[in-house]
C-alpha cells in the first residue's frame, strides 16, 4: 500500500480536491494542508499539479493555485489581529433584497385577491384561496441571502494579495464545478470554454447551496451548488489535470458527539444534533450524503484506475463537532485549525 509521504514525493502529479464544507471546512483544509507541508518532504500546498474544489474549498484554493503560500493562510487565520484574510460575518450574511420585495409584493397581491374573492362576489364564482396560495408558492425567493458581497470580498482580496481575477491566468489549474440551474449539467469552470471566467463569481455559483443562497449569473445562465462536493470530481482531476496521485481534503463528514460531549448551541451545551435545530439537521443530512457518495466514487476509481493514487485526508466523526461552533468565534478557529494541524501531521508521520 502507497503510504501519504511517498503518493506526494516529488516528481509525482498531485492534484488535490476540496470539496466545501462552509468556512469551518476551509479552515480544516488549510490546517490539514500545513501540515502536510511541515512534515512531507518536497510537498508545497501552492505547487502542485492542480486543484479542483467546491463552494468553501475553492476559496482555499484559489488562493493556493494564484501562488499563495498556505502558512500564510494558516497563519493569519489563527490570529485574530492579522488582516491578511479579514474575513467577516457581513461579508457572508446579506439578505437577498430584491428576492424579497418580489415575494412580499407577490404575498400581499395574493392575500388582497383572496380576501376581495371572499367577500366581493358569490360564493358560486369566488376564487378558490387555495390557487393564490400555490401561486404564492411560486414567487418564493430564489434563497434567503446574496453572496454578492462575499464575491466583492475575494475580488478585494486577490487584488490586494496578487492573485488573479481570472482561471486563464492563475500560476496553477484551477477546476471549480457548479451546475446549471435550467439543465442540470455541470460546469467546469477554469476548462474549455469556462476558463476565462472570473474566479470569485464562479466560485460563488459553487457555493450557492439551494434554501440559502440565490442562484449566479454567469454569461447568460443561472449557475448554483448541486452539492457541497461532487464525488464525480475525481474524475475530473484523472482525466482533465492528468493526476497520477488525487489528494482528497474532505471536511464532510457526520458529526458524531463522543461520549460526554456537549453540542455548542446558542442556550448553552446540547446533547445532539437535534439541539443545534433545523439547519445543522440539514447540514447533518448533506455530510451523510456526500460523505458516502465520496466513498463509493473512490472505490470505483480504484477499480477502474488502481495505477491513481487516492488519499484522502478527513476528521473523525468526533472531532467533527468542532464544526458545529461559529466560524466567527476566533478560539474556535484556531481549535479547528490547530486540531488539524495536530492529527494530519500524525497521520503523515504513520
Not at 25 to 33: E, I, M, S
Not at 236 to 244: I, M, P
Request: proline share 6%; glycine share 10%.
Amino acid at each position: 500500500m502507497t503510504t501519504l509521504a511517498e503518493a506526494l514525493a516529488p516528481g509525482r502529479r498531485v492534484v488535490a480536491y476540496l470539496p466545501g464544507g462552509g468556512i469551518t471546512g476551509a479552515l480544516y483544509q488549510l490546517g490539514a494542508l500545513a501540515a502536510l507541508e511541515d512534515e512531507v518532504p518536497g510537498f508545497h500546498a501552492n505547487q502542485l499539479s492542480g486543484y479542483v474544489a467546491v463552494g468553501s474549498g475553492a476559496v482555499a484554493a484559489s488562493a493556493l493555485a494564484g501562488g499563495l503560500e498556505v502558512q500564510r493562510l494558516y497563519r493569519a487565520l489563527l490570529d485574530p489581529a492579522d488582516n491578511f484574510f479579514p474575513l467577516e460575518r457581513r461579508h457572508l450574511i446579506q439578505i437577498d433584497l430584491g428576492e424579497w420585495r418580489r415575494t412580499f409584493g407577490a404575498a400581499f397581491g395574493a392575500i388582497r385577491r383572496a380576501l376581495q374573492s371572499a367577500t366581493a362576489r358569490p360564493m358560486e364564482t369566488a376564487v378558490d384561496p387555495w390557487q393564490e396560495i400555490d401561486r404564492f408558492q411560486d414567487v418564493l425567493p430564489a434563497g434567503l441571502f446574496s453572496l454578492e458581497q462575499f464575491e466583492h470580498f475575494l475580488e478585494a482580496f486577490y487584488e490586494r494579495r496578487g492573485v488573479p481575477l481570472s482561471f486563464s491566468k492563475l500560476e496553477r489549474p484551477l477546476v471549480v464545478p457548479a451546475h446549471d440551474l435550467d439543465t442540470g449539467e455541470t460546469a467546469l469552470f477554469g476548462l474549455g470554454a469556462l476558463k476565462h471566467e472570473r474566479i470569485a463569481r464562479a466560485i460563488c455559483a459553487s457555493a450557492s447551496l439551494p434554501l440559502f443562497f440565490a442562484p449566479v449569473r454567469i454569461g447568460g445562465r443561472l449557475y448554483f451548488a448541486g452539492s457541497t462536493g461532487n464525488a464525480a470530481m475525481l474524475d475530473v482531476a484523472e482525466k482533465s489535470l492528468g493526476a497520477e496521485t488525487i489528494l482528497v481534503v474532505n471536511p464532510l463528514v457526520p458529526v458524531a458527539p463522543g461520549w460526554g460531549a456537549k453540542v455548542p448551541t446558542g442556550h448553552g451545551g446540547g446533547e445532539g444534533v437535534r439541539d443545534k435545530g433545523l439547519l445543522w439537521i440539514y447540514n447533518q443530512a448533506l455530510r451523510i450524503s456526500e460523505h458516502a457518495h465520496l466513498r463509493a466514487e473512490v472505490a470505483l476509481m480504484k477499480a477502474r484506475r488502481p495505477d491513481i493514487s487516492v488519499q484522502i485526508i478527513e476528521p473523525s466523526r468526533s472531532d467533527a463537532v468542532l464544526f458545529m461552533f461559529s466560524p466567527m468565534n476566533y478560539s474556535a478557529r484556531r481549535a479547528i485549525l490547530e486540531d488539524a494541524y495536530k492529527t494530519v501531521r500524525t497521520q503523515a508521520v504513520g
